[in-house]
């Protein structure tokens, strides 16, 4: 079982990048998934999640408005469509899938515990 994430990359201020997560197994199409991130130094923090349906999404309020969730079942891929981009927004991101199925208010607050994490892929936002 095996997440995969990729697209991460060098953009500058006010650009954009689209991140992808391939889980290895369509059993994940029925799991709630989000995307975390750490920056160097800090704590990782919970990014954007969303319901097994695509019907639900949850954001961190620093990336409500720029960021958007979505996945395709048919193809066991989430993404993540960064837009205006900030140094901030510098780190390593991960993606993660609840197999507890917990609501994504709760997964927001987590940063152990869930069951199945990827291997994170680097965004560097330039000033």
């Known amino acids: 079982v095996q997440l995969q994430a990729s697209g991460g990359g060098l953009v500058q201020a006010g650009g954009s990048l689209r991140l992808s997560c391939a889980a290895s197994?369509?059993?994940?199409?029925?799991?709630?998934m989000a995307w975390f991130r750490q920056a160097p130094g800090k704590e990782r923090e919970f990014v954007a999640g969303i319901s097994w349906t695509g019907g639900s999404t949850y954001y961190a309020d620093s990336t409500k408005g720029r960021f958007t969730i979505s996945r395709d079942n048919g193809k066991n891929t989430v993404y993540l469509q960064m837009n205006s981009l900030k140094p901030e927004d510098t780190a390593v991101y991960y993606c993660a899938a609840d197999r507890k199925g917990r609501e994504l208010s709760i997964i927001a607050t987590m940063t152990t515990g869930i069951d199945y994490w990827g291997k994170g892929t680097q965004v560097t936002v330039s000033s």
């Open positions: 197994e369509r059993t994940f199409s029925i799991y709630p």
